[in-house]
């Protein structure tokens, strides 16, 4: 089966970095995506990893290890306005589950002054 | 350029009806995929559409299915609502199988 694993609750300050990890057991992985979402909005892409690394897109950054099954989330210079969940999600291909994206139970962040 | 856009915001059903859900996806976008989002919970993949196609669907039953139109726009039917069926639906759409998936505000659906 696929599983994603997450933390579900996480608090930070202002001003501080987070760090929401992610583990992943699924066939055919393509990529690892993140996504925010405040309060039953939209989820809102936030970056992707289809090689081992890291990407960086201003103060989110984004890391995969295939080998390990791993990714993470960097959030720095937090601000108040990033309080929301985070969700990561697998990418598939040339599997039974091509074209879904697996979301993990999202990670609640708050962010407090 | 316009996101992806759903209708309608909300929906209030009962037990027993059917409900239709309907989403653009953004122009030159040719996939479109449906979540379901229950309360507090992460999003379950529901259905692909690819140039009119269903492409793949999630561990949902039969009653729930859809279809996708020549101009790519598509509508989520679900027939014989339940309780449980209450969620927020979710319709995403991208550039081909390996674009990124870019979502819509979402149709809250309420079956009493």
């Known amino acids: 089966g696929q599983s994603l694993e997450q933390p579900s609750e996480v608090t930070a300050v202002e001003g501080a970095i987070v760090q929401i990890n992610c583990t992943y057991q699924t066939s055919g992985f393509y990529g690892l995506s993140w996504y925010q979402q405040h309060d039953g909005g939209a989820p809102t892409f936030l970056s992707y990893?289809?090689?081992?690394g890291l990407e960086e897109t201003g103060r989110f950054s984004s890391f995969l290890s295939r080998s390990d099954s791993y990714g993470y989330l960097l959030l720095q210079e937090l601000q108040m306005k990033d309080s929301a969940s985070y969700f990561c999600a697998v990418r598939h291909l040339g599997s039974s589950n091509t074209g879904k994206l697996i979301f993990g139970q999202g990670t609640t962040l708050q962010v407090k002054p | 350029e316009a996101g992806v856009t759903q209708s309608p915001t909300h929906l209030i059903k009962t037990r027993g009806q059917q409900a239709t859900l309907r989403c653009s996806p953004i122009?030159?976008?040719?996939?479109v995929y449906w979540y379901q989002q229950a309360l507090g919970l992460g999003l379950q993949f529901l259905l692909w559409?690819?140039?009119?196609?269903?492409?793949n669907r999630g561990n949902f039953p039969p009653r729930f299915s859809g279809r996708q139109f020549p101009n790519y726009s598509s509508e989520l039917n679900v027939n014989a609502l339940e309780l449980e069926d209450s969620a927020l639906y979710l319709c995403?759409?991208?550039?081909?199988?390996?674009?990124?998936?870019?979502f819509g505000p979402g149709t809250r659906l309420t079956v009493l």
């Open positions: 559409y690819d140039e009119g196609e269903e492409r």
């Open positions: 122009s030159g976008h040719t996939s």
């Open positions: 995403a759409s991208s550039l081909g199988l390996y674009g990124e998936q870019f």
């Open positions: 990893n289809a090689l081992d």
